[in-house]
């Protein structure tokens, strides 16, 4: 779990900001997350994503506008901080307390809170086929 600072910056945990200096990534791009959380990417995982949310069709023009159109480029500066854009905050309930996570090739900030309900929800569904299979211990 990490804090947003009084200016609206979040630390990029020392585990994932070492990987992303390693692959001489300076900058991310944010945007809301379908799941109600924000996203944030390396510029070349954007590029996919983007490039395959504009190629929608009309009838999906409001998730290009979610995902697309809400996008901004932020520097991870001098301190491995990054701002979270004001309106991103407000729309993923960012004000304390966020759990900074990497989900294979981007990351993920979330209410602490909004992410427990979240993830009891997914318990409840149970399992999907293949995670009921595999051996976890």
Known sequence: MVALDQKG????PARWREQLQGAGVERLWITKHPDGCL???PPAVFAQIESTVLGLTSEDEAWKR????NAE???IDATSRVLVPPDLR???GLEKDIKFMGVGSHFELWDLARYEVHEHQAIAR???EALRVLKLA
């Open 9 to 12: 910056r979040v630390t990029v």
């Open 126 to 128: 149970g399992r999907p």
């Open 66 to 69: 979610l995902i697309s159109g």
């Open 90 to 92: 407000r729309w993923a």
């Open 39 to 41: 996203g944030l990417y």
């Open 73 to 75: 480029e932020v520097e």
